[in-house]
């Protein structure tokens, strides 16, 4: 028994967000640099890589790091026996990867990958060597050192990708900031753990650990189909330039869900893991951070469906015009797995990883449905057609589940989500409206209308839905609260 601060999560959610807001500065400048000196085609082509490096990698660990997180006692024999698992396993993808490189280039249409991909298993060894240090630090709410470590591996993978880009080695490049940044985070994740392996391995507490990270690890790999079926179709069926576009557009609707849903997720999980027996807290915990996502993203993604022509022209140029047409579809689409994407935490917390499995296994279902039918119909945004319609079918389920784990009802999500909706919907039509009128370059429009907007929403936000305000300041650390609650 014992008071805990309601500000733990928030402290955890502060340093990721400082971390996280770091790496999107350094992904922003990158696009918006490296744009200019690489081609669509090329974007493309890493693109295409990505899907197969995304693909190796949910095999790297299986869900094993989320096992030591949410365990309460974890022995070192665990630790140890998971380091053996995850450095072997990717030791195996690399060889593996670099032997069937044509084979997976053919697969997903960019044969001009086959180099890259043997250059790039080599992140499959060096990520593995993370999974256990950083468990570690997340056991112990230690994200002020996990934020400063991903910073500084953010920005030296761009100041290497804009040097060799700017050198002419193209999409070279774009992989040897993905090399530079996770050997950084491995240097820095041995030192910050204070933890060296040993060489012994407990078949007893590797079963034990599968008994949870075996559904984890397969819902991460059903969760990767349905986030990647998109761009393997379009790759496959339209071509490199239009998986370019459809990429840039992704990345951009996938903010919300990448760079702050996850962020809070990662925060959140070790505390809800504590409180899993704790209904009333967890609960507390769960809609409080749901709050605070619902309050950022709604109107973030209000932002980018009214002004995504000015803002891809001021970010990428005009090589990029036809990314607009897919934003229009993909920026609803990101609020509404915003919204989703915080459940995982609630299954696993709840130690329900098999329901997580199942509910992952019809969501990608959905996406790799709709996603072929959209681009066999409409091209790009027919696909970006699909990828809305599939988060609008996979909420209920998903919420329906959680909230029944939680002893809660749809109106409880209404009351916390809606309010951000309505205020950011009313923020932009004020917006729009009030600047249609002026004759303003992209740049000039952009930059006021989106300083109108923060003050507009921040006024309704105080008037009707001050909660969400109090969330904000509290993560941000000007406000702080005690409540007492009990452990177990």
């Not at 849903?261 to 507390?284: C, D, K, M, W």
Request: glycine share 8%.
């Amino acid at each position: 028994m014992e008071d805990v601060e309601a500000t733990a999560v928030n402290r955890n959610v502060r340093w990721l967000f400082w971390s996280q807001g770091i790496r999107v500065l350094v992904q922003l400048v990158g696009l918006s640099v490296l744009s200019r000196y690489l081609s669509p085609a090329e974007y493309g082509a890493m693109a295409a890589l990505m899907v197969i490096l995304n693909f190796g990698a949910l095999f790297r660990d299986f869900g094993t790091g989320s096992a030591l997180v949410q365990r309460k006692h974890v022995s070192e024999e665990a630790l140890d026996s998971v380091f053996l698992m995850v450095i072997s396993a990717g030791g195996a993808l690399a060889i593996a990867t670099a032997v069937a490189a044509p084979a997976l280039a053919a697969a997903v249409g960019v044969h001009s990958v086959t180099p890259y991909i043997c250059l790039s298993a080599l992140n499959f060894i060096i990520n593995s060597c993370t999974v256990v240090p950083q468990a570690l630090l997340e056991r112990s709410s230690r994200f002020r050192t996990l934020a400063r470590i991903e910073g500084i591996a953010a920005l030296s993978g761009l100041i290497t990708a804009v040097a060799l880009a700017y050198a002419g080695f193209g999409v070279g490049s774009l992989v040897a900031q993905l090399l530079v940044s996770s050997f950084v985070v491995a240097m820095q994740l041995s030192v910050a753990a204070n933890w060296r392996p040993r060489i012994r391995f407990n078949k007893a507490e590797a079963v034990s650990l599968w008994s949870f990270s075996g559904s984890v690890g397969a819902f991460n790999l059903v969760n990767y189909v349905s986030r990647n079926a998109d761009a393997a179709i379009i790759g496959r069926m339209i071509g490199p330039m239009a998986l370019g576009t459809y990429s840039h557009a992704y990345k951009l609707m996938a903010f919300p869900v990448q760079n702050i849903t996850q962020v809070i997720s990662r925060a959140t999980y070790p505390v809800l893991s504590r409180f899993n027996g704790n209904l009333g807290v967890f609960a507390e915990i769960y809609f409080g951070n749901l709050r605070l996502i619902a309050g950022v993203t709604a109107p973030l993604m209000a932002w980018l469906w009214c002004f995504r022509e000015e803002i891809v022209e001021i970010a990428f140029g005009p090589a990029w015009s036809n990314v607009p047409v897919a934003l229009a579809w993909l920026a609803p689409a990101g609020f509404l797995q915003s919204l989703v994407s915080t459940l995982g935490a609630v299954f696993m917390a709840k130690e329900k990883t098999l329901l997580l499995l199942q509910l992952g296994m019809f969501n990608a279902g959905l996406t790799v449905l709709f996603s072929a039918v959209g681009s066999a119909w409409g091209g790009v945004e027919g696909v970006a057609i699909a990828c809305l319609c599939a988060s609008v079918c996979n909420l209920v389920p998903c919420f329906g589940l959680a909230l029944r784990l939680m002893n809660e009802t749809p109106l409880r999500v209404l009351q916390t989500a809606g309010g951000p909706v309505l205020c950011a919907a009313v923020s932009g039509v004020v917006v729009v409206y009030a600047f249609e009128r002026f004759d303003l370059s992209p740049v000039v429009q952009t930059l006021a209308a989106t300083a109108a907007w923060i003050a507009t929403y921040g006024l309704l936000a105080s008037v009707f839905m001050p909660e969400v305000l109090r969330a904000i300041t509290d993560v941000l650390g000007v406000r702080r609260t005690k409540i007492g609650v009990t452990a177990t």
